[in-house]
């Protein structure tokens, strides 16, 4: 058995660069990675997504691009290609943390799988040779992620059903495209491969699509998705589904009352991740779960075991790579810096890589009448924002909740082009205690986006 100071699982957004600076700080390191460096976002989820998105965008202004004046006649989408793209990109970014990681000095960098067989005790079958290894340490960090939830349909394992990594393995375009789930994943999906040339179907269970959202994004958005001639269909769950010979994939979907079959060539799974904690042995170290399979954490990310500590996405909560890095950076500052922060209170912005953008932060008008605050609620269409107008994209609008009393900002949601930019600077405001009326007289570069949150705000003054 060889005895470390630290044993990092998992070399996602806080584990590669957590393990690093323990390193760094003289801390004897074992980080331990069952697949590849950078976790779910440099290889299946951030990356290579927002890679391929950008290759839709292209074919989007490609198809549409005769209202500002320019006429393209005839273009062609080359799966092959973006493909190849999206590989080189993941590789760019994997290789070069890789070879950071395997350069820092007291770091040992192992690939295989982690499991506890004892006290703060892990074995690690390597990838290489199959041969065990045996590590303990009294400071230990899981960072090992989430996966894609797999519904249990009649049929679906006889369908080679997509996920959000296998679909990104596909060579050619879909002729139908189905999608289950109709929230962020989902959305981008639908969105990319309909652009990409797919008919593409979204089924969605509750009552409208991104139903953690205001009601009015969830409309907005559905407007925006159905213009591209995407057909969503709510209230609809999937009760089997049925393979022909020739390749067709029928689903029976009950939509309210009446079941309906839809015929289409693919389908992805959509409908949410759950932690990764099975393989983990974790009763093994007395490591406490919910019943989700989630590390319980404290407000220091420390599990119910001294010295256990759990980040990103394992532990539940906001399932995002700023936040699973924000993990490592309070962890990190507690223990070599002998700080005292804590997760509670951080802001939790987001950003869904539609087209346009939702940028969202802080509370929504839902959650501002939920717990009966004294708000008012700010409202901009694009349509009424000058570089919106001039460069031919008004659709969506821009949205703030403000304190009526104190006029701080509580939240926003901005659903437009660049939405996740206009949102920080929101966000920022939020965090340096900046009031919509500062914002409403601060002087913006003209014509930014950010320039029409004089326009937001204008109207909370009348």
């Known amino acids: 058995m060889k005895q470390y100071d630290v044993i990092v699982i998992g070399a996602g957004q806080a584990g590669g660069p957590l393990a690093k600076k323990l390193a760094l700080a003289g801390k004897k390191t074992a980080l331990i990675e069952k697949r590849w460096i950078g976790g779910t976002c440099v290889n299946d989820g951030c990356t290579p997504t927002k890679t391929m998105i950008a290759s839709a965008k292209a074919a989007y202004m490609a198809r549409n691009s005769g209202p500002v004046g320019v006429k393209i006649k005839g273009y062609a989408v080359d799966m092959r290609k973006i493909k190849k793209r999206k590989n080189e990109i993941i590789h760019l970014f994997r290789d070069g943390s890789q070879k950071g990681l395997e350069a820092t000095k007291n770091l040992d960098v192992i690939f295989g799988d982690a499991s506890f067989t004892g006290d703060k005790t892990v074995s690690v079958k390597l990838n290489d040779d199959g041969k065990v290894k045996e590590l303990k340490a009294d400071l230990i960090f899981l960072n090992t992620g989430a996966k894609t939830v797999i519904p249990e349909i009649e049929g679906l394992t006889d369908i080679d059903y997509l996920t959000s990594t296998t679909i990104m393995d596909l060579n050619y375009i879909p002729e139908h495209l189905l999608i289950i789930g109709g929230n962020y994943i989902g959305l981008e999906f639908g969105q990319m491969f309909r652009r990409f040339g797919s008919k593409v179907t979204v089924l969605e269970r509750s009552g409208r699509i991104v139903s953690r959202e205001d009601e009015d994004i969830s409309e907005e958005l559905t407007k925006i998705l159905e213009k591209e001639k995407i057909t969503i269909l709510t209230k609809a769950a999937t009760s089997g589904f049925k393979k022909k010979r020739n390749g067709t994939i029928i689903a029976s979907v009950k939509i309210g009352e009446k079941v309906k079959e839809i015929k289409c060539s693919h389908v992805l799974i959509a409908v949410g991740r759950t932690p990764q904690t099975a393989t983990l042995n974790l009763s093994k170290t007395g490591v406490e779960t919910d019943e989700r399979g989630a590390i319980k954490v404290n407000d220091q990310l420390e599990t119910n075991i001294k010295g256990i500590y759990a980040l990103g996405d394992v532990k539940g909560g906001p399932a995002f790579t700023h936040i699973s890095y924000n993990d490592y950076t309070i962890v990190y500052r507690n223990l070599i810096k002998k700080e005292n922060l804590t997760i509670t209170g951080r802001p939790v912005p987001y950003c ?78 939020m965090m340096g205690g900046i009031t919509y009326e500062q914002i409403r007289y601060c002087i913006f570069a003209h014509p930014l986006y950010a320039e029409s949150l004089n326009n937001l705000f204008m109207a909370l003054d009348t």
């Open 352 to 429: 869904m890589f539609t087209d346009p953008q939702l940028g969202r932060v802080g509370l929504s008008e839902t959650d501002a009448k939920n717990q009966k605050l004294n708000f008012k609620v700010a409202k901009l269409p694009m349509a009424y924002v000058a570089r919106a107008i001039e460069t031919g994209d008004t659709r969506g609008f821009m949205k703030a909740i403000v304190d009526a009393d104190t006029k701080q900002i509580l939240g926003a949601a901005i659903l437009g082009t660049e939405g996740g930019e206009i949102m920080t600077v929101l966000q920022m405001a």
